[in-house]
């Protein structure tokens, strides 16, 4: 099982600022990465596949990089609807996610 | 516009079962790969099983293997969850979610409102 590890485990920023968000592969994934929004009650959002493409209607704010093991979530100018939970997923076999980022407002 | 609607789930006692069901909507269904997804209550996400679009092809968390059993029929547009011998540990939110890749696994593009499944004596 790969396991993913994501970090910081809660980030404070403040509105208009950027984010940074990091996640870690235990071995090679290759590009097999994407990023999830989660608000409370509700269901997952696909943000970004491929580490770094972004899915369908989702703001140009929202940036991924990374390959191999080392990825990155970064938003930029923060908007008050950023404010949630970040999860990491690998899908280079079966899926495994990161435990998840809480972004918090400063 | 996709749907994923799940049902099934209730509180059932320590060594009980459950079928969860997912009914698709809104695009063709054998065209693609489905998985179960739990989220415990105040925790993160967790990937359960996983099956593809002919149901040849299944995989599951090692912490359910041997108790869960996915499968699909086309035909119905339907995702099923067999679950036994249920613990504690498997009380949960469990979301279907629609499988999106051209390789054996994938990422999941849309997600179900989930169906909640407690396990308590």
């Known amino acids: 099982e790969i396991v993913m590890t994501q970090s910081p485990a809660t980030l404070s920023v403040s509105p208009g600022e950027r984010a940074t968000l990091s996640c870690r592969a235990s071995?090679?994934?290759?590009?097999?990465l994407a990023w999830y929004q989660q608000k409370p009650g509700q269901a997952p959002r696909l943000l970004i596949y491929?580490?770094?493409i972004r899915a369908t209607a989702i703001p140009g704010r929202f940036s991924g990089s990374g390959s191999g093991t080392e990825f990155t979530l970064t938003i930029n100018i923060l908007q008050s609807e950023d404010f949630a939970v970040y999860y990491c997923?690998?899908?280079?076999?079966?899926?495994?996610f990161g435990q998840g980022t809480r972004l918090e407002i400063k | 516009e996709v749907q994923l609607v799940e049902s099934g789930g209730s509180a059932v006692r320590p060594g009980g079962s459950l079928r969860l069901s997912c009914a698709a909507s809104?695009?063709?269904?054998?065209?693609?790969?489905m998985s179960w997804v739990r989220q415990a209550p105040g925790k993160g996400l967790e990937w359960v099983s996983g099956i593809n679009w002919n149901g040849g092809s299944t995989g599951y968390a090692d912490s359910v293997k041997g108790r869960f059993t996915i499968s699909r029929d086309n035909a119905k547009n339907s995702l099923y969850l067999q679950m036994n011998s249920l613990r504690a540990e498997d009380t949960a939110l469990y979301y279907c979610?629609?499988?999106?890749?051209?390789?054996?696994?994938?990422?999941?593009?849309?997600w179900g409102q989930g169906s909640l499944v407690t396990v308590s004596s």
């Open positions: 491929g580490a770094s």
């Open positions: 997923q690998q899908y280079n076999s079966w899926p495994t």
């Open positions: 809104g695009f063709m269904f054998d065209d693609y790969g």
């Open positions: 071995q090679n994934v290759g590009s097999n």
């Open positions: 979610a629609r499988g999106y890749g051209s390789g054996s696994f994938y990422h999941f593009d849309y």
